[in-house]
């Protein structure tokens, strides 16, 4: 890890030597203050979450990138959280099937706490296309759109 740290900080140190003394931190530091007090503001005036939640992630992502640790679990609750902020399927999400043998669709029913999911078997239809088989080939999902 020391030999990766070193890299990243003789690519900063080229960079800032370029630059007037402690610039280069100056910037790094008030973007991350304002990438970080972004989704707040976001959140409590904007209707579309998505942007920020993509934001949000995206340069925590950068962060663990460019770092390589990942901060214990601070990386792993910060992406967590910002997931509760979109919004999920209300309705009900079909998923049809080729074959109804899946062990995967059997652990889905098991983990389907809320009874939003709909397992139907695919009608048996002639096919014009060829048909790749496969465990994701079979499996065609659905989510409804909500009015």
């Known amino acids: 890890m020391e030999a990766r740290l070193g890299r990243h900080r003789a ?8 630059l007037p003394p402690m610039w280069l931190s100056k910037v790094m530091s008030w973007v991350v203050i304002a990438t970080e007090l972004s989704p707040a503001n976001g959140f409590l005036f904007m209707e579309w979450p998505m942007p920020i939640v993509s ?33 999920w399927p209300a309705s009900s999400i079909s998923i049809t099937s080729r074959n109804s043998n899946h062990k995967f669709l059997e652990i889905l029913e098991k983990l389907d706490f809320d009874d939003l999911l ?30």
């Open 55 to 87: 934001l949000g992630i995206s340069f925590y992502t950068t962060l663990l990138v460019l770092t390589g640790y990942t901060f214990a679990m601070f990386y792993y609750a910060t992406a967590s959280s910002y997931l509760a902020f979109l919004d």
């Open 11 to 18: 690519f900063y140190v080229s960079i800032s030597s370029w």
């Open 118 to 147: 709909r397992f139907s078997p695919d009608p048996v239809q002639p096919d014009l296309t060829p048909h790749r088989s496969g465990f994701w080939n079979d499996m065609q999902v659905v989510v409804s759109t909500r009015s």
